[in-house]
């Protein structure tokens, strides 16, 4: 069997916020709850378990977590981000704030979740398509 990753557990404050968040934007549902996770699978069978923090870590620290989407859900995605009013930039440097970019001939976002998450968002994998 080939190496493939399975699952990630992504800390936050509100477990069900988050996940809906993230749903919201990505435009899938979240599974119901597992013990102390609230799942959410992505296209390729991937899930992030999103769990609460302990009470006595006082700062999460914010993870990268990048999605490869297609056009018409990278539309719907920015129209959401948009509606939230979030800040959003076109590269990871936060230097194109308001932006996206059109890397490698797709187009590519960041923005954080609630949690200070760093949520990239692309349309072309980096390097383009297989030949």
């Known amino acids: 069997m080939s190496v493939q990753f399975n699952h990630t557990i992504v800390g936050c404050r509100d477990n069900r916020e988050s996940a809906e ?3 919201d934007i990505l435009g899938v549902r979240p599974g119901a709850e597992w013990g102390p996770f609230i799942p959410l699978v ?3 069978g991937v899930t992030f378990d999103f ?3 302990p009470d006595h870590i006082t700062e999460i620290q914010g993870q990268h977590y990048a999605f490869l989407i ?3 859900e990278f539309d719907a995605a920015y129209a959401k981000i948009q509606r ?3 800040e959003h930039w076109a590269d990871p440097h936060q230097r194109a704030a308001g932006e996206i970019n059109r890397n490698d001939g797709g187009r590519g976002v960041y923005f954080l979740d609630p949690n200070g ?3 990239e968002l692309i349309t072309v994998p980096y390097g383009g398509w297989p030949a």
């Open 21 to 23: 968040f993230w749903a």
């Open 42 to 44: 992505t296209g390729n």
């Open 51 to 53: 769990a609460n923090v």
């Open 70 to 72: 297609s056009e018409q």
């Open 84 to 86: 939230y009013g979030l």
């Open 117 to 119: 998450h760093y949520l």
